[in-house]
């Protein structure tokens, strides 16, 4: 604490207080300075008034900053708090993710790096965003994420809007509804809905589920849809296939059931699988496949 004792001032004089460490915010208010002005002190004028308070800080400590030009966020250790260039650096990860909207709101970063064992739920459009990590769980939210990207995420659920494609590479999906998904090297373990129509493109992903069982690709009716599983592994269902619907499954297959479709779906199939079942009406090539034991 400063006192002003025995001074004579008027509205003209200047006085220089240091501050020191212990007047500087700390956790989520790290970066802030706290300046209190108390006339109850004996030593003090009872008539103090203060017209203007100019503080100056400067920071002797370092931080690397929003690293890769990302906004790092660490929802089981990181810190509260939205001051830019304090709160979301690499060294001192922001903790929740509406305060990491906010933050991408001031800076204009929309690149997110997501610590390991975090939870995200978007909570508000996420269109063009890039979220980068590895084994963190992500639920979308029921949010539009036009011309997203995400890296790394595991357990995905619930429900992503788009008018355009969204991009996912090396995430494990649970049961999910995606419009205009683009995966490349994904583990799919429950049902995906394949929500509009377009295209849907599966890169080098595989069932994760042991076994005879396999992950479902839905989709939702009437909405026609071309898909490409290339260089897929393991067993493969459908439902819900229809008229204007195609399809190609090329890999390593397990057993692929189509789900009994009604209507001449266009199927064709490349590589080697072991059983091809539900087959219904679908006009499925099997020129070039090699089924096992053959």
């Known amino acids: 604490m400063k006192k002003i004792v025995g001074v004579e001032i008027d509205d003209n004089d200047i006085l220089n207080i ?32 203060v017209f203007e308070c100019i503080v100056a800080a400067v920071s002797i400590g370092q931080t690397v900053g929003y690293s890769n030009g990302q906004i ?3 929802t089981v250790s990181g810190t509260s708090g939205t001051e ?13 993710w509406a305060d990491t909207l906010t933050l991408s709101t001031s800076t204009g970063l929309t690149d997110f790096h997501i610590l390991n064992g975090s939870s995200i739920t978007l909570s508000a459009s996420s269109d063009n965003f890039s979220l980068f990590g590895d084994n ?6 029921n949010r539009s994420c036009d011309g997203a ?4 995420a595991h357990g995905i659920t619930g429900t992503a809007t788009s008018a355009e494609e969204i991009h996912f590479e090396g995430c494990e999906f649970g049961n999910a509804t995606v419009a205009l998904l683009h995966a490349d090297f994904c583990s799919f373990t429950g049902t995906i809905t394949q929500s509009t129509a377009g295209d849907y493109n599966y890169h080098n992903c595989y069932s994760g589920v042991a076994g005879v069982g396999s992950p479902t690709f839905a989709k939702t009716s009437g909405q026609a849809i071309t898909a490409e599983f290339r260089n897929w592994s393991g067993g493969i269902s459908f439902t819900g296939l229809e008229v204007g619907d195609t399809m ?47």
């Open 18 to 49: 240091p501050l020191t460490i212990k007047y500087t915010g700390t956790g989520s208010e790290l970066g802030k300075v706290y300046v209190r002005y108390d006339n109850n002190d004996p030593d003090t004028p009872t008539n103090l008034e």
């Open 72 to 74: 790092w966020v660490d």
């Open 84 to 96: 830019d260039f304090v709160n979301g650096v690499a060294d001192n990860p922001v903790l929740t």
């Open 136 to 141: 963190w769980t992500l639920s979308l939210g």
């Open 149 to 152: 990207y995400f890296q790394g």
């Open 248 to 294: 190609t499954v090329s890999g390593e297959l397990g057993t692929i059931d189509l789900g009994s479709p009604g209507g001449a779906v266009v199927v064709e199939l490349r590589g080697t699988y072991k059983e091809l079942t539900n087959v219904g009406s679908a006009a499925v090539n099997l020129e070039g496949a090699i089924l096992g034991g053959d």
